[in-house]
């Protein structure tokens, strides 16, 4: 089949990752790789990779409209403020890749079907897509949900500045998405980037504080959910749990990466863009 065009906004270490990714996809074909500065890292690898780049931003697929019919957004929460109006009258299927939370939060192993309805759709965090399917198979199961923590930890190398930069966007975005997706009323969200060597896998654990807590019940929905998950994202496994203390539910999650722009020690690079273009091929198979 034809592949459709996309356009990658943002050429830090998420856009570099995706790029890496669509190369090898069946459905997408990456039509320009779009940053601000042509010695950046990202737009040096783009055209080792013989892929057409430019620094212009936000202004290139402004004078070439017809450039992509897709655009992955992945700079900042702030950016994308200023991008999604643009791209909405340019009727551009938009995947944000920012904590911005314009559009339609997207767990694809949970609401795939949901966010395809929107022409902007936001993948929330790295943190959330490793907590969310948890957080939905314990809504899905759990009765009189107290209250659910997340607290996500990856190598320090593995975040960019933009990461940096959108670390308040990162801890709303986050405990939004729980909150939507789980039920709960009460969220919270830690990230610690931590900066051993050598460096370590992403790591999150999820704890749920709940009345009564069910795991007979919680299991088969969570083995589900976490297949689901592994279908886009095979370095995603449950390493602890889930276990019961005090009336609060455990589980720990690793995810591992695929090591195709970072070492595969950078599993929030791999979860978040694993899902991004798990929708983006979904919207060209359509």
Not at 106 to 122: Q, R, Y
Not at 131 to 154: F, N, R
Not at 234 to 260: A, M, Q
């Amino acid at each position: 089949m034809k592949k459709m065009k996309v356009a990658i906004l943002g050429s830090g270490n998420i856009g570099t990752d995706l790029l890496i990714k669509i190369i090898r996809s069946e459905y997408l074909e990456c039509s320009v790789f779009i940053g601000r500065n042509f010695s950046s890292q990202g737009i040096q690898k783009a055209q080792s990779l013989n892929i057409k780049v430019s620094a212009d931003g936000i202004d290139y697929i402004k004078k070439n409209p017809d450039c992509c019919d897709i655009v992955f957004d992945c700079t900042s929460a702030v950016s994308h403020f200023e991008h999604a109006p643009v791209l909405a009258d340019l009727k551009k299927f938009v995947v944000d890749l920012t904590p911005a939370k314009v559009g339609t939060m997207c767990i694809p192993a949970v609401n795939m079907t949901e966010a395809l309805k929107s022409n902007n759709v936001n993948m929330i965090t790295c943190g959330g897509q490793a907590s969310i399917p948890v957080a939905y198979a314990i809504g899905q199961t759990q009765t009189e949900i107290e209250y659910i923590e997340v607290v996500s930890a990856i190598a320090s190398k593995s975040a960019g500045p933009a990461t940096r930069v959108n670390l308040d966007e990162y801890i709303h975005t986050t405990e939004e998405g729980i909150k939507k997706f789980s039920g709960t009323m009460r969220s919270k969200a830690i990230l610690n980037l931590n900066p051993a060597i050598p460096c370590i896998n992403m790591q999150t654990t999820i704890m749920a504080k709940v009345k009564q807590p069910n795991i007979e019940k919680l299991k088969p929905v969570l083995d589900q959910v976490i297949q689901k998950v592994k279908s886009y994202v095979p370095g995603y496994e449950i390493i602890v749990g889930p276990v019961v203390e005090d009336g609060r539910i455990f589980i720990t999650l690793k995810v591992k990466g695929l090591g195709d722009y970072l070492p595969a020690y950078a599993g929030n690079l791999d979860i978040i863009n694993c899902a991004a273009l798990a929708i983006a091929e979904e919207y060209a198979k359509k």
